[in-house]
Nanobody, 117 residues
Framework: QVQLVESGGGLVQPGGSLRLSCATS????????MAWFRHFPGKQRELIAR???????DYLDSVKGRFTISKDNAKNTVSLQMNSLKPEDTAVYYC???????????WGQGTQVTVSS
């Protein structure tokens, strides 16, 4: 069973920063592609940042230059550093692990990020 445990959400003012973390096992980080999605009410989840098992990174255009995804193999975590946050970044953020061989997806429980003054 793949476990993904997220932390770090909360309320922040526009222009502020938050860091989300996703704890999992070392095996998952080595063989799964890891990503962060967000979900706006009434819409599908949106892929915002992805880091492959080999370290390749992709971002949604609207977060490029503001968000940074990284993984720490020593701590078995994947993080999303979010800077210059905007009210439109308000959403529930989810950690995702994707196995490309078996096309399997696993999700964390989600963490709320609210950007408001």
């Amino acid at each position: 069973q793949v476990q993904l445990v997220e932390s770090g959400g909360g309320l922040v003012q526009p222009g502020g920063s938050l860091r989300l973390s996703c704890a999992t096992s070392g095996t998952i980080l080595r063989i799964y592609n890891m990503a962060w999605f967000r979900h706006f009410p009434g819409k599908q989840r949106e892929l915002i940042a992805r880091i492959s098992s080999g370290g390749s990174i992709d971002y949604l255009d609207s977060v490029k230059g503001r968000f940074t995804i990284s993984k720490d193999n020593a701590k078995n975590t994947v993080s999303l550093q979010m800077n210059s946050l905007k009210p439109e970044d308000t959403a529930v953020y989810y950690c995702n692990a994707h196995n490309i061989v078996y096309d399997q997806d696993y999700w964390g429980q989600g963490t709320q990020v609210t950007v408001s003054s």
